[in-house]
């Protein structure tokens, strides 16, 4: 009787977390969709370009470390911005690379180009946030009121730079963030990227548009030195290793909340170069994940902690399907259904699918790769799989970054 017992017992329990995993894949579907009608609600900007006098001296900042194969296509593309000359300027901090990066930078002396060697500011191993401090001591020797900071596998549009600068002198924000892309080939790891990244990127607009949340990429952002002093620069989270662009403008949010910004244009595009291996892929979703916990916008935190939970059930339930052969059922007036595990998370994962496609539908059709979406529902166990790995080991492991190891 005991073990009849301890079985329904077992079954209730399993039925309970049935119900909870439900619930948390609609808050997860609702939440993909309210970012779809967040997203296709943002007005997409043009700048007037005929008879406009550019205002506003831009400071570009790259923070580069061994970039040799990347450096000269970044600043090529920046060199050659329809953005009048006079009004913008580039600095490049070499973050102690040991390849030719300095030397290509300084090949660009005579465009405009400045090389600002960190190891002259601080030694390696000193500290655990080397690009914060490029950034930072970049800003000290800056002339731009507007910075605008990019890396140094990117590389933008010729009109980037007006692009940005129209929309500041327009709107006037403190904080902007723009849209950045994968320049991705045809390898799967690069296709997978593209379309992850497209993903984050779509959920950027959204949640800046609608300030749910703060969210934004280094790799093209643009906000006043004036706000950057305000907050104190990088103050207070300048102890952790990555952030320089989530942590700021959350900082900056706070203090000017109706100037933070995200600017939906073509134009305003940057390319970035995707990782080549798994491995480094992981890496740098594992640097992504390790600040997590380090958001002062809880608002984020529980986005985060809704979409690993989803993620982490969907993953275990196949598992579980194979040591639990019951069948259950969920009763939905007037209806009863009757389901095995493994059913209900075929279910479960169509039902996110179908929601996350409907979302990067119109995003896709912004970054030119709606042809790639047939992939999307190919590439889902594989990124249920690595949120999980990196969500996990952001918090408890270590990573590789550029030649160095962070905890």
């Known amino acids: ?31 993909i969709l309210y970012y779809w009608k967040s997203w296709v609600s943002i007005p997409g900007f043009k700048p007037q370009t005929a008879n406009h006098k550019p205002q506003t001296k831009i400071t570009v900042i790259i923070p580069a470390r061994n970039e040799e194969e990347h450096i000269a296509s970044c600043l090529d593309s920046i060199c050659s911005q329809s953005y009048p000359k006079k009004m913008f300027e580039v600095l490049v901090v070499d973050d102690h690379s040991n390849d030719s990066t300095a030397a290509i930078v300084n090949s660009y002396a005579d465009k405009n180009v400045k090389l600002i060697s960190l190891k002259d500011f601080i030694p390696a191993g000193e500290i655990n946030s080397y690009k914060k ?10 002339s731009g ?30 904080f902007i963030a723009a849209p950045v892309a994968i320049d991705c080939s045809n390898k799967f790891i690069e296709l997978f990227q593209a379309l992850d990244f497209m993903t984050l990127q779509g959920i950027t607009g959204a949640s800046v548009y609608k300030k749910i949340h703060s969210m934004c990429n280094g790799a093209n952002l643009a906000y006043t ?13 300048d102890n952790i290793a990555s952030g320089d662009d989530m942590l700021l403008m959350h900082k900056i949010y706070k203090l000017h ?74 009763s939905v007036y007037p209806f009863t259904i009757v389901f095995t595990i493994l059913e209900l998370w075929a279910f479960l994962l169509i039902i996110k699918t179908i929601a996350e ?5 119109p995003v896709s059709k912004f970054f030119g790769k709606r042809s790639m979406l047939w992939l999307f529902p190919l590439m889902q166990p594989f990124h249920i799989l690595y949120t999980v790995i990196a969500g996990c080991l952001g918090k408890f492991g270590s990573y590789n970054w550029k030649e160095r190891k962070v905890k």
């Open 1 to 31: 009787k005991q073990t009849v017992l301890q079985i329904r017992i077992n079954l209730c329990c399993m039925q309970i977390m049935l119900y909870i995993i439900i619930i948390l894949l609609l808050l997860y579907v609702l939440l």
């Open 357 to 361: 496609l409907i979302f990067l539908m």
């Open 225 to 237: 030195k004036k706000a950057f002093q305000e907050v104190g620069g990088f103050t207070g989270i």
């Open 133 to 142: 401090k490029a950034i930072e001591i970049a800003i000290t020797q800056s």
């Open 257 to 330: 909340p109706d100037k933070v910004m995200f600017v939906k244009s073509r134009e305003a595009i940057v390319q970035t170069a995707p990782v080549n291996s798994v491995r480094d892929f992981l890496n740098q979703r594992i640097r992504w994940a390790s600040k997590a916990d380090k958001y002062d916008d809880k608002r984020i935190f529980a986005v985060l902690l809704l979409v690993y939970l989803v993620n982490v059930l969907l993953l275990t339930l196949p598992f579980a399907a194979i040591f639990i052969k019951a069948a259950f059922s969920i």
């Open 145 to 174: 009121e507007l910075i605008v900071t990019t890396d140094a596998d990117c590389f933008a549009k010729e009109n980037w730079l007006q692009t940005i600068a129209a929309f500041y002198e327009e709107y006037d924000p403190a």
